[in-house]
């Protein structure tokens, strides 16, 4: 949990040095079980920032794992942008 916590602050953080703007980052984490099997997860981070809107959604068996897919995906698109 601390992993993850931290692995978002720190994405919050470079976000906000890049963009130099208010920005708003939505977390949105879901945990399930799909079939019976172990514990899934799913993750959508929301980033506002300048009237654009940038999502990205990730599954993944681990909570970490999940988090850091999501991070590298946002952070790619905003790069894009």
Not at 6 to 15: G, H, V
Request: glycine share 2%; proline share 1%; net charge positive.
């Amino acid at each position: 949990q601390a992993k993850v916590d931290s692995t978002l602050a720190e994405c919050y953080d470079k976000l906000e040095r890049k963009l130099g703007e208010d920005i708003k980052l939505e977390v949105h984490f879901k945990e399930f079980h799909r079939q019976g099997k172990n514990k899934q997860y799913l993750l959508k981070l929301r980033l506002a920032w300048a009237r654009k809107l940038l999502e990205v959604t990730k599954e993944d068996w681990s909570p970490l794992t999940v988090t850091q897919q999501a991070v590298r995906a946002l952070q790619n698109a905003v790069r894009r942008k």
